[in-house]
């Protein structure tokens, strides 16, 4: 008796191989979290174990008793400003990152899916001019002017990232305005709010999430900048940026003084990059 092939294909003699799949990459996870961990610990925690200030010692100081990491140029306690300077850097920057995403995502989801091409000129034209202008100088002229605190500084860097970040979501929008899916929502009477946020934003949550290690780093960027040229901070201000600045001379007597800031701040950058990136390759495995 003829035994029929089965519906996986043709009879071979051999079992059907299961769909590969990507590898997991647990070391990512864990090397990314390692990095992120130690400076949102500092900037969270910090403040509330700085502890009060001892005596100021000798500028530059070696690490020695009382001051197991030295000092820095005025001859505070280089542990202690580290305890105290991340806050004003990375909450900052963290604010600045969501809000960019607050701000841009209704502008693009908005010029994307109307289906009016007046509505997306209105929207995007403006941006494209701002986007001729450099990030940078536009912080620091602004900045100039007002004199924003840390919260004037997260919308400032938030408002000249947001041209950017709206021109990605628009394009990663417009494909998904395309498919077919969308049209049958249209048809059903979707409302717009549910064909945005319910169907648009859940398809582009790879593109924004790529996209937003970038984004926090170029938040980090501006940010830091801007304290390393003495905007939106005092210019002793206990802040990792001004710390790299301003212990530079000194940097062959205490080189700590200037090395541990900006380690913290290229960790954070790097970490974050490295769990959204594992976080994509985990979704491309469970596919």
Do not use: C, K
Request: glycine share 10%.
């Amino acid at each position: 008796m003829t035994v029929p092939p089965t519906a996986a294909g043709p009879d071979t003699g051999a079992p059907p191989q299961p769909a590969r799949r990507t590898p997991r990459r647990p070391g990512r996870y864990l090397l990314g979290a390692a990095l992120v961990l130690l400076p949102l610990a500092l900037a969270v925690a910090g403040p509330w174990l700085a502890g009060e200030a001892g005596p100021r010692g000798v500028s530059y100081a070696p690490a020695g008793p009382g001051h197991w990491l030295g000092t820095d140029f005025t001859g505070r306690d280089l542990w202690r400003q580290l305890l105290l300077g991340g806050r004003s850097v990375v909450l900052v920057a963290l604010a600045a990152t969501a809000l960019v995403y607050a701000l841009a995502l209704p502008v693009g989801l908005a010029a994307a899916l109307t289906g009016r091409r007046w509505v997306e000129e209105l929207l995007m034209r403006p941006l494209d001019v701002l986007l001729a202008v450099p990030s940078l100088i536009l912080v620091l002229l602004v900045a100039a002017a007002l004199e924003p605190g840390p919260a004037g500084l997260a919308l400032l860097v938030a408002l000249v990232a947001v041209p950017d970040a709206a021109r990605v979501v628009h394009a990663a929008a417009l494909e998904v305005a395309a498919r077919p899916v969308v049209e049958a929502m249209r048809m059903h009477r979707e409302s717009w709010v549910r064909i945005a946020l319910g169907h648009t934003v859940r398809e582009l949550r790879r593109t924004l999430a790529a996209d937003a290690g970038t984004r926090l780093v170029g938040s980090l960027y501006l940010v830091s900048t801007a304290a390393f040229l003495g905007v939106g901070v005092a210019p002793d201000a206990a802040d990792w940026a001004v710390m790299v600045d301003r212990n530079r001379p000194g940097i062959d007597l205490q080189p700590w003084a200037v090395a541990l800031p900006a380690a913290l701040i290229a960790a954070l950058a790097m970490g974050t990059n490295l769990l959204l990136d594992a976080a994509l390759h985990g979704e491309d495995g469970r596919r």
